[in-house]
């Protein structure tokens, strides 16, 4: 009953909320019929939540229907869920220690939170290979905790079967932040920030090779579509943009970059995820804060307001919010539907 | 490494040094007798300066330089320029300690350790010695704070809501009115050492000489007090919220800006700026996060000051009417 009562709450926002939007309203039929498209879907959403004093990771229907805590973990943080691509598997980041001895570590589980097994040690923001055979992650750029995102060393790559890690051919990657997996697995797409020469930008990096190409568009963390010809990220805080990937010639670029969501102060927009079926994104969104230092937006920092959205990618400002605590509700990644493993 | 100069160098014209002798006396011997913990002198002597010369540098206990810049009066914004540069007003500053050089990279990197809100690299043009930039006013205001709690001061700034309290002795960004004061130096021109914009390349890192980059701090001639790099290579940010219109309404003593805004000031110019943008006066108000986190500006940095040794005057305890007793700044 809750969880219905959550899905109607979100739905009757939903029109309010898109008063606040630059972009075209949402008539409260759209949102109606949205909501019931999205509970028909079988695939669910896995994000990170802050409850009674502690980060826990936590899985929905598309619908924001039938919440499920998948780690019950009062002494440690989970954070940065990423499900594999058969569905069953989760890798995350876990916040453990305190003070001094305060370290991110990148760990790997079951769907239904068994199986806990430590991927790497002082690493963060890990991806599956699209086979799922895989799961890259970045090491930290010292062994002092931090929360800054970018403050990263490397690519390094974790086979699963065998447990042994290597690390990217490219060993001058450096101050990447958020990559993801093409689904052909020949690139890796991810931001870069103040590293590698550059201020700021979004690149492709040859999985295999020491290739590294600007493409040439502004903001931060991109996802791959799941058929590998697009791209979703955050051109700002205040929009969520998809464009086509063109690697056909020698410069690997995007075009036809379009807004699938926008926003306006005060309410930021982050962490944009393809669902399976490539037709919606997930996202985040919640208020800026004064507070220090503490960009709501970092994997970590307490986001009290933020909640997580689905939106249809072939629209422009057609949502739906799918939880309405406000409890740092962040990081929402696709779980797609169980199928049996490669 | 960073340059150590046992004394504030001085530029070859010393225009119009002039209106902060008093003041400049007093805090001489402020600085000399009440430096807090391990603070010295970076002069060979620690004898007081006499009336009209540099302001004394002392180096505080992470080792960084700081100019005691001496309470005065100076006149304020540019008759002839931009128009939130008007009206010119005279303004009357308290003592206080202003950062010698921009906050350098390595710096910055030693006072962030331990802050996991703070990242050791923000930088884009690497260099120990190079200033920080893409720094946002918060991050700022974040590293003045922890630079106090290293040095055992109270922190400035409510990292919950970023409002300063000038009460506090710790570290906090310059307000507007304190570093124009500082950069101008005594003088009254366009820049601290003239108004011909010919001879910036002796003092600033700009469009015209920096090659599209920044450059490691204190490389250029410093301005009358001893300050290196007022004019150009990054811009700093200020404590206080931009208002084009300020100048009409603020106080003439010790203003601190709007309570409320949406931008922070901007001072100095940078690297890539014209050497217009470079004036002493020149205000440039900015989004203090970039208007984006993923954003950041490779022209931007700052520097810190704190109130004098021992100035417990009315001015810091918010009674303006009473003057500052001349006992506290003597050798105890």
New interface residues.
Partial sequence: MASRQHLYLGTALLTLLASGLSGSQLPSASADELSERLAALPAKIVYETYRDGNWELFLVHADGSHPVNLTHTPDRHELYPHASPDGKKICFVSDEGQGASKVRNVYVMNLDGTGRTLVAANARQPCWKADGTAIAYLKGESDEFTYTDYATKGIFLYDLATGRTEEHPNKDLHHLYNPCWSPDGKWFLATVHAGMGLRHGILAIEADGPGVYNLGIPGCRPDVSPDGKHVAWGPSDWALRIGDLDFSGSRRRVIGARDVVTSEKPMKIYHVDWSPCGKYVTYSRGPETKRMGRIPEIVGVRAEGWDIYVADASATNRFLRITTDGNCNKEPDWVPPGKESP | MMPKLARPGRPARRPGVARATIGLLVLAVAAAASCRKVERPAQDSDAPAAAGEAPRVITTETGIEMVVVPAGRFTMGNPGSEADERPVREVEIDAFLMDRYEMSQARFAELA????????????FKGPDRPVE?ISW??A??LC?ERSRKEGFEPC?D????KCNFQADGYRLPTEAEWEYACRAGSDTEYHFGSDARLLKRYAWFADDSGKTTHPVGQKEPNAWGLFDMHGNVAEWCNDFYDKDYYGHGPAKNPRGPEEGNRYVLRGGAWNCSADACRAARRVGEDPGF??????Q?AVGFRCVRRAPGDDTAEARGDSDASPPLSQFLHK
Avoid at chain 2, 113 to 124: E, I, K, Q, T, Y
Avoid at chain 2, 159 to 162: C, D, Q
């Fill in positions: 350790r331990g802050n996991p809100f703070l990242s050791a690299s923000p930088s884009h893409m918060d991050i205001a974040l704070n700034y990292e919950e809501t970023g208007a984006d986190a993923c954003f950041a490779d």
